[in-house]
């Protein structure tokens, strides 16, 4: 299951889902409450994100119960990634945490990424805006074109108030005490060149997790524009399929996928991402 960040949507992991998919594993991806046609909750915090996702990986869940899932995190999903690990460990066989923080103090560089976003929407930006201002600090220029129109394509579709209430959010977490009673295999993920979640941090954050691991990648990974079967999501699918860090189950590959989007079940009512691979006949 993989879990945007502040200025995503399920859309931003498209490529990584489709990938997956056709890799053989069941890939989703959702939308936080309050992004696309998911509601918003209240109040707006990690406690009530982490608890929506729960429900979504109980929902999507076999009808004999539900099975742990790896768990990909990027940015502030990658904290709510945090939660429902600490939170319901029986739920999550793997981390996978991308370009985000254990903590957000005051001052940091998370923390004045949130100021300036706060600071356009006070100016009276709309989304278009400022995804035309703050794109040009997370991309590299070495990303691909069509990751970057993605990118700026999701960001300009987040409602306004709901990024302002994911940016103040960030402020109220900090996880740092807790990272050593994540017993799960943990992948960290960091942009060698990324200033809002620099190396160093994730690299803290894997010394505090029993067992974990890092690995940087030359662009930013602050603002995620992976398409189709780059290093970086073949970096992930290794780690999920590796034995003996707690493989995840793979299904059956047919030879065409099902698209699935849109859709708000009523049982729990987020919106995600799916590529299903049905099985040939």
């Given at each position: 299951?993989?879990?945007?960040?502040?200025?995503?949507?399920?859309?931003?992991?498209?490529?990584?889902?489709?990938?997956?998919?056709?890799?053989?594993?069941?890939?989703?991806?959702?939308?936080?409450?309050?992004?696309?046609?998911?509601?918003?909750?209240?109040?707006?915090?990690?406690?009530?994100?982490?608890?929506?996702?729960?429900?979504?990986?109980?929902?999507?869940?076999?009808?004999?119960?539900?099975?742990?899932?790896?768990?990909?995190?990027?940015?502030?999903?990658?904290?709510?990634?945090?939660?429902?690990?600490?939170?319901?460990?029986?739920?999550?066989?793997?981390?996978?945490?991308?370009?985000?923080?254990?903590?957000?103090?005051?001052?940091?560089?998370?923390?004045?990424?949130?100021?300036?976003?706060?600071?356009?929407?006070?100016?009276?930006?709309?989304?278009?805006?400022?995804?035309?201002?703050?794109?040009?600090?997370?991309?590299?220029?070495?990303?691909?074109?069509?990751?970057?129109?993605?990118?700026?394509?999701?960001?300009?579709?987040?409602?306004?108030?709901?990024?302002?209430?994911a940016l103040q959010a960030l402020s109220g977490f900090d996880r740092r005490a807790a990272l050593g009673h994540i017993h799960v295999p943990t992948l960290l993920v960091a942009g060698a060149q990324d200033t809002v979640a620099p190396p160093a941090v994730l690299q803290g954050m894997a010394a505090a997790v029993s067992g974990a691991r890092c690995v940087s990648w030359p662009m930013p990974a602050t603002c995620r524009t992976w398409s189709g079967r780059t290093s970086s999501t073949s970096c992930c699918w290794s780690f999920c399929a590796t034995p003996g860090r707690g493989c995840i189950e793979q299904a059956t590959v047919g030879r065409r996928l099902t698209r699935l989007q849109d859709l708000p079940p009523p049982s729990f009512g987020y919106t995600y991402w799916e590529y299903t691979s049905p099985a040939p006949n």
């Amino acid at each position: 299951m993989l879990l945007h960040g502040a200025g995503g949507g399920f859309r931003s992991f498209a490529p990584q889902v489709e990938t997956l998919a056709s890799l053989g594993f069941r890939a989703v991806a959702w939308n936080m409450p309050g992004y696309g046609l998911s509601p918003p909750i209240e109040p707006y915090g990690f406690k009530g994100l982490a608890e929506s996702c729960i429900a979504l990986i109980e929902a999507l869940a076999p009808e004999g119960g539900a099975e742990p899932v790896a768990l990909v995190g990027h940015g502030l999903g990658g904290m709510v990634a945090q939660e429902v690990a600490l939170r319901r460990p029986d739920l999550v066989r793997q981390l996978v945490l991308v370009a985000t923080a254990a903590a957000v103090a005051p001052g940091d560089a998370y923390s004045r990424h949130a100021a300036q976003g706060l600071g356009w929407l006070d100016e009276g930006r709309d989304m278009t805006a400022i995804a035309e201002a703050l794109l040009p600090q997370l991309v590299s220029p070495r990303a691909l074109p069509a990751g970057v129109q993605l990118a700026r394509h999701v960001l300009t579709q987040v409602h306004a108030a709901t990024w302002r209430r994911a940016l103040q959010a960030l402020s109220g977490f900090d996880r740092r005490a807790a990272l050593g009673h994540i017993h799960v295999p943990t992948l960290l993920v960091a942009g060698a060149q990324d200033t809002v979640a620099p190396p160093a941090v994730l690299q803290g954050m894997a010394a505090a997790v029993s067992g974990a691991r890092c690995v940087s990648w030359p662009m930013p990974a602050t603002c995620r524009t992976w398409s189709g079967r780059t290093s970086s999501t073949s970096c992930c699918w290794s780690f999920c399929a590796t034995p003996g860090r707690g493989c995840i189950e793979q299904a059956t590959v047919g030879r065409r996928l099902t698209r699935l989007q849109d859709l708000p079940p009523p049982s729990f009512g987020y919106t995600y991402w799916e590529y299903t691979s049905p099985a040939p006949n």
